[in-house]
Structure formats: C-alpha cells, structure tokens
C-alpha cells in the first residue's frame, strides 16, 4: 500500500520569506503527485500536479515542486510567502499500479502560518 | 464553469440513523470520488464511481454506501451513524477516463455531526 509522509505538521514563517513544505512518498511503481491547500471551512483546492515530464513543476499562487524519483520525494516550495498563504496543505499521490483510477492517498497536511 | 457543489453543507443526526449526502460534478466529468476528513485519521478514500460504475473502494464499513446517477451526480449514504462518523465529507470529480489519473477538483465538503 502507498503512503505519503508529510515531515512537518506546523511550518511558521515570516512574511516575505521563502519555506519549503516537505513530502516524501512511498512506492514502486509510477505514480502522479498533487499539492492540494485547504482553507477553513473550505474543500481542497488543487495547486499543482506532477503527471510526468519535467521535474520541475509550477503551480498557482506562485508555489513550485520538484519531483525527485530517486529520493521518492515532491517539496512543495515558495519564494516569498504572503499572508494570505496561512492555510493546510495536502501532498497526495495516485498510483498507476491498478489502472490508476482517481484514488488518492494523502499526507496528514502541513499548517503553514505566516506571520507579519 | 460552475465548481462541484455539495449539499447539504452542514447536517446534524443522531447515532443510528442514517444520511444520505449529494455531490454534483463539474459539467463533463465523469468520474467522482468521496473522501472523510477527520481529524484523527486524515484524509481517506471512500470509493470513487465512474460512469455509474464503482471504480474504486477504500477500507470502509459497507454501512458506507454510494451510487451514480446517469448524469454523473452522485449519493453517498451512511446506514446506523456512529459517533465517529462525524467528518467533512468531500466530493471530487474529474474527468476520469480508463487506466489514467487525472486532477481532481472538490466540493465544499458537508459536515456531517452525529450526537
């Protein structure tokens, strides 16, 4: 069975600042990779999707991640944080093993904060 | 393009009743899955449901049930609740299609509380 390890449940940051929100998953077969972040009371949005290609991939609100295969890894990461990016955030994966489908396993989020 | 909607967005029940919850998917999609949030556990896969058919199935209780309307709206129903059946519970629907995995975009969620 898969399963997505996020290494930090709470990242506080400064305004301005750049962070890095960690995610490493496990498994031996391919596999396509989201960032998800959900606001109070809110459902999931989609940030970004790493299907395949380049390793580097962007995403909305200025966020980017970088596939690493051989570190079964996928950092979410941000130069500059505003304060409106104080939200839960989801790293998840499907894996094609199965046909795929649309079953998602996810991490347990990481609470970014930033403060003023 | 409107979004997925959820409805009811918020739902009190007692223990032992049961509930039944809507999802409908973005226009043109075809496949929609269902997903509780708790805070104990997480995020967890219901089952996922593609042209009518059940696709995909997580590791719940069969009191966990859904079904898939010709136009690709979906049920999810809930027989004998429990107290730890209080959860958001968030439809997603996507474009679906045979052996691949596509993004897939959510709903609001409903929250479910069970006294």
């Known amino acids: 069975a898969q399963s997505v390890t996020q290494l930090d449940s709470q990242v506080p940051v400064f305004e301005e600042a750049p962070v890095e929100l960690r995610c490493n998953y496990s498994?031996?077969?391919?596999?396509?990779l989201f960032w998800y972040v959900q606001y109070p009371n809110q459902g999931l949005q989609l940030l970004l999707k790493?299907?395949?290609?380049?390793?580097l991939v962007k995403g909305i609100n200025g966020f980017e991640a970088e596939f690493n295969k051989s570190q079964t890894s996928f950092h979410l990461r941000k130069p500059s944080v505003h304060i409106s990016d104080t939200a839960e955030y989801f790293c998840?994966?499907?894996?094609?093993?199965?046909?795929?489908?649309?079953?998602?396993?996810f991490g347990t989020g990481t609470q970014l904060k930033v403060e003023l | 393009k409107a979004g997925v909607t959820q409805t009811p967005r918020y739902l009190i029940k007692t223990r032992g009743q049961q509930v039944t919850l809507s999802c409908s998917p973005i226009s043109g999609h075809r496949s929609v899955s269902w997903y509780q949030q708790t805070p104990g556990q997480g995020l967890q896969f219901l089952f996922e449901?593609?042209?009518?058919?059940?696709?995909n199935k997580g590791n719940f209780p069969g009191r966990f049930s859904g079904r898939q309307f010709s136009n690709s709206r979906s049920e999810m129903n809930v027989s004998t609740l429990e107290l730890g059946d209080s959860a958001l519970y968030l439809c997603a629907s996507s474009s679906g299609g045979t052996g691949q995995s596509y993004e897939q975009y959510f709903g609001p969620g409903t929250r479910l509380t069970v006294t």
């Open positions: 790493y299907l395949s290609g380049s390793t």
């Open positions: 998840a994966v499907s894996d094609l093993s199965t046909g795929g489908g649309n079953k998602l396993t």
């Open positions: 498994s031996s077969v391919s596999v396509y």
């Open positions: 449901y593609f042209s009518e058919t059940q696709r």
